[in-house]
């Protein structure tokens, strides 16, 4: 790329690091106001970004560079959009630790978790875990560099609809107030509101949590069920969410917010949630492991489904909703039988989680 394009440039560009669709998304809005400089580890990718302006057929910005070295988009943006898969998030940030410091700033955009176990065990040896071992990626993002000023992006946000330059909204949420204005400032156009929020871990929870209801939503619709049964869902969803995400030092008012009932709502009931059309594919009779490989991009709530049920085996919390798919998941449960053992479960009251 032309190194001369960031020294020359009287205002420093945005960084976004991954390009997946919901990064070109992301990274596409911030063109319309900014140059942005876009952070990918495959060098064919980054040439095609810089020859051509597209990824995998999707079109990007004229004024969107992208390189493979971490140190220089550190030393090139002041703020950056993480926009990686929970799965190697910790590892890009380990990556880029090295380069960078206290004055950058991270709105990242993952809905996702990652596993912090001590040093020897893994997954495979351990039958419980603590919400310490259980991170967000704000958390991640503390434990493994220097940056205090971190923000995190949420709600219905559906990458294809938003490279069609459709309306839609999202939440920043941060401890710093400056974090939600740079990036109210930076996404907000006429065609996307951005909403702000102080509370990050009940916000990114709220984008976390909703996956396993929108995995159970697509296999609803996989049986070929009605929209009583999908409102059934979703509402009992929610309250399964709200105390999960309240156990997990989330707010509930987060959760009653754009990131969280806003995109509970779209992503139950839209074909363009990879977590949806996983729970489609379930039940008409894939193998999940033929689903994971099949999908072009990670769907976050397998993992997110895995973390809670072992989270839950350490409190005494029930959620019916997530157990019932980790069974039809991991353990062979027919969704047949899984969707009658939630109807016949013993909860006779509505909503209690405001008493």
């Not at 140059?35 to 302006?53: F, M, P, Q, S």
């Not at 204005?181 to 984008?207: A, P």
């Not at 070929?224 to 869902?233: F, V």
Request: aromatic share 6%; charged share 25%; proline share 3%.
């Amino acid at each position: 790329m032309d190194m001369n394009w960031k020294k020359s440039s009287e205002n420093k560009p945005i960084g976004v690091i991954g390009i997946g669709s919901f990064g070109t998304a992301i990274s596409n809005l911030l063109a319309e106001k900014n140059k942005v400089l876009v952070y990918a580890r495959d060098e064919a990718v980054v040439e095609a970004i810089n020859e051509t302006h597209m990824v995998k057929n999707r079109k990007l910005a004229s004024s969107i560079r992208a390189t493979t070295d971490p140190e220089l988009i550190c030393d090139s943006c002041n703020v950056m959009f993480p926009m990686i898969p929970s799965s190697a998030f910790r590892e890009v940030m380990v990556r880029f630790a090295p380069y960078l410091h206290p004055y950058h700033f991270l709105i990242h955009g993952t809905k996702g978790l990652s596993l912090n176990l001590p040093e020897g065990k893994d997954l495979g040896n351990i039958k419980k875990i603590r919400r310490k071992n259980i991170c967000t990626m704000s958390e991640v993002i503390m434990e493994e560099t220097v940056v205090e000023r971190i923000g995190c992006l949420a709600g219905p946000n559906l990458a294809k609809e938003l490279l069609e330059n459709q309306p839609g909204a999202t939440v920043i949420a941060s401890r710093y107030n400056e974090v939600i204005r740079e990036g109210q400032q930076l996404l907000r156009s006429d065609n996307f509101q951005v909403y702000g929020n102080s509370d990050i871990i009940g916000v990114e929870l709220s984008g976390v949590l909703k996956n396993i209801i929108a995995i159970a939503s697509g296999a609803l619709s996989g049986l070929g069920l009605g929209d009583n049964a999908k409102g059934l869902l979703i509402s009992r969803g929610m309250v399964e969410l709200v105390y999960l995400g309240k156990a997990m030092g989330g707010s509930t008012k987060s959760f009653l917010g754009l990131a969280g009932v806003g995109d509970l709502v779209t992503t139950c009931n839209s074909t363009l949630s990879r977590n949806y059309t996983l729970g489609f594919r379930l039940a008409k009779g894939e193998k999940l492991t033929d689903i994971v490989a099949d999908m072009e991009e990670v769907a976050e709530g397998v993992n997110t489904v895995k973390l809670i049920k072992l989270f839950l085996e350490s409190t005494d919390l029930r959620a019916p909703i997530t157990e019932n798919l980790y069974k039809v998941l991991f353990e062979d449960l027919k969704v047949e039988a899984a969707l009658q053992y939630l109807m016949k479960f013993p909860i006779y009251t509505d909503i209690d989680f405001f008493d």
